[in-house]
Structures are given as C-alpha cells and as structure tokens.
C-alpha cells in the first residue's frame, strides 16, 4: 500500500503549480474555494467530492470511512461526502455532480448507478479542469477518468457460483435475482454467476431475468412471487447486493424456507451476519469498501501531483461462510466500520 507523507500542494511540478495559482484566482467565494484555502499549518487544502450510489446502506458508510482515512493520511484534504439517499436515483446523482462542478471542488470520486447516465455529466466535470474517479460501478467509455478502482466483479459473481454449489451439493435448481438493468457492478456479477455455473451440469438456474431493484421491500416482494412458482423445487437464490439479499432473506424467513433454500449474498449487512451465524445464509460475497474509498481518493491526488495512476485498480474479493466468519481477516470485511 502507498502511502503519502503530508505535504503542501504547491510544491506538485510547475505546471501544476501554475494551474493552483490559477483556479485560485477564478472567483471562488471563501465558503466554496479548496485550493485557496489553507490549513492551520498554512498548506492548502483541497476539497474532493466523493459521490456513492447512495447514502443508506453499510457499503457506502464503509466507503466513506475509507476516503476520510486517506484525506486524515495526507493532509489538508476535505471530503465532501453526498449523494442520493437511494441507488436507483439517477437524477439525483446527476444533479449532485453538477452541484460539485458549481462549487469547484478539486477533485470528484463516483459510483455511478448507472452506467450510461452518468457520462455527460463526468464530462462535464472533466471539461471543467476537475479530475474523476470511478469506483465500485464503471462508466461507459468515453469521458477520460483517472482509475477505476472497484471490486473484480465478475470474479465475484464467479465465487457466489462455487459457493451455491457446494451449498446444494452440486445439484437443484437455483434463481438469479438481477438488481437494476444498467448497474454495471450488479451486471457484472450477474454474468460472472451464470459463467461459473456452467461448471455444475446438476444445477440449473430456473430464472435469470428478474430485476428486484434497489430496496429491500421490493426484493422481498419479487422473491415473494418467485417462490410461489420455484419455490417447491427450489434451492438456492443468489442476490447480487446488500439489499436484494436482505429482501430474499426476509422473504426466505417469512415461507420457512430460510434453511432449506440456500441463499448467497453479496455485501454484510447485519441480518445477512445474523443469517450466517444461524444457517439462513450459506455465504456471502465481499468487498473491501473501505480499500476502495481509501484508493479512491489516493488516487486522486497522485493525479494531481502528476503521478500516473493504473486504468483499474482490484480491491479484491472475498467469501464469507459460516465456517470461517470468524477468522480475522473475514470479520474485519464483514464489519468493516469496526475498523478504525
């Protein structure tokens, strides 16, 4: 892991330099200006914006504490945390990139919840002299970001496969409950999923192309209708993020099929932990999301100092079972908050 000694923006390279003293002059009023800013000690702070999918939920709580780590690390960093309270909330999220581009932030980190949606106004940002990067959820190609620093998804979706199998003893009938059509994160693990269970001729997937969206009641109420059709020769389901799994397992717990129907998951939540503790949940998919906020905003500054940066940056991926939940390192990534 690198790690930044603190330091005083303006010694970056001439260049650089040149371009601080320049946004410094452009109109910013006091309350709204990063660069032209200083510390107690005199050096310039710069502000970084760090927009998740949405506010809610333990990933993105874990990812904040990620950024603010790397920001306390460096020095004279001031994290802007906001976003839509909800993931499937496009506008809102548009309309919180255009609020940093406003205020001029020195620096934007996103998760994108949609694909596509997001690119114009990424671009916009970029045309505005304010480097970007993208985590957790990738972007389609076009605008000319720093990194994108996430999870290796479809590996993920690989390891739910493996970890279903051994679940059901290789044989039965199993559901993917898709998230939200456009979620290049969710799609990813979607397709790493149906890949990995090619590997198992005895398991098949009875049904793939239910989308649950992104709260927990309206995953309850899609697996609620699923198992009134699969649910007698049913399984196992694989939901691909923390609020699907928390719907299914409600779901699951509501029919009594909370131990007979192997549910996969992917991100802790504390029901999800529960789940695992008391066998309604066979496994679940991690992240590091405190790596991932931590890169991210790392990544942003060996930008701005003129460092080059990787294209993708791997946080890693993981399976937390009921076995091994308690061993060190599965714990930490299952409570990643406790970690300070």
């Not at 310039?44 to 927009?51: C, D, N, P, S, W």
């Not at 999870?151 to 493996?162: P, V």
């Not at 080059?308 to 993981?318: D, L, M, R």
Request: proline share 4%; glycine share 12%; with cysteine.
């Amino acid at each position: 892991m690198t790690s930044f000694p603190r330091f005083a923006f303006p010694r970056f390279g001439s260049l650089a330099a040149i371009m601080l003293l320049l946004i410094a002059g452009c109109g910013r009023s006091d309350t709204q200006t990063a660069g032209n800013s200083s510390g107690g000690d005199g050096k310039e702070t710069l502000r970084i914006a760090v927009i998740p999918k949405g506010t809610s939920h333990k990933f993105w709580k874990s990812v904040h504490l990620g950024a603010k780590r790397a920001a306390d690390e460096i020095g004279n960093i001031e994290i802007i945390w906001r976003g839509p309270v909800v993931e499937d909330d496009t506008g809102s999220q548009i309309e919180v990139v255009k609020n940093m581009i406003t205020m001029q932030v020195d620096g934007i980190a996103l998760a994108p919840n949609q694909k596509g949606g997001l690119v114009d106004a990424v671009d916009e940002a970029i045309g505005e002299g304010i480097p970007v990067v993208i985590f957790d959820s990738g972007l389609d190609e076009g605008p000319e970001i720093v990194s994108y620093v996430a999870t290796n998804n479809f590996k993920g979706g690989q390891l739910a496969a493996d970890q279903m199998a051994e679940a059901i003893g290789e044989k039965g009938n199993v559901i993917l409950l898709r998230y939200l059509a456009g979620s290049e994160s969710t799609e990813r693990r979607e397709e790493g999923f149906l890949e990995g269970i090619k590997k198992y001729p005895n398991i098949k997937v009875v049904s793939s192309d239910e989308f649950a969206g992104a709260n927990a009641t309206g995953s309850k109420e899609k697996v609620d209708q699923l198992l009134q059709i699969h649910g007698k020769d049913l399984n196992g389901i694989f939901a691909v993020c923390e609020p699907n799994a928390n719907g299914t397992l409600e779901s699951l717990r509501n029919a009594g099929l909370n131990k007979k129907v192997k549910l996969i998951g992917f991100d802790p939540s504390d029901a999800l932990i529960e789940g695992l503790r008391d066998g309604s949940c066979s496994g679940i998919v991690l992240q590091d999301p405190i790596e991932m906020g931590y890169q991210s905003i790392m990544s942003l500054v060996k930008n701005m100092q003129g460092e080059e940066v990787p294209e993708f940056q791997s946080t890693g991926e993981y399976v937390a079972t009921p076995e091994n939940m308690d061993e060190p390192e599965i714990k930490k990534l299952l409570n990643p908050e406790m970690v300070q």
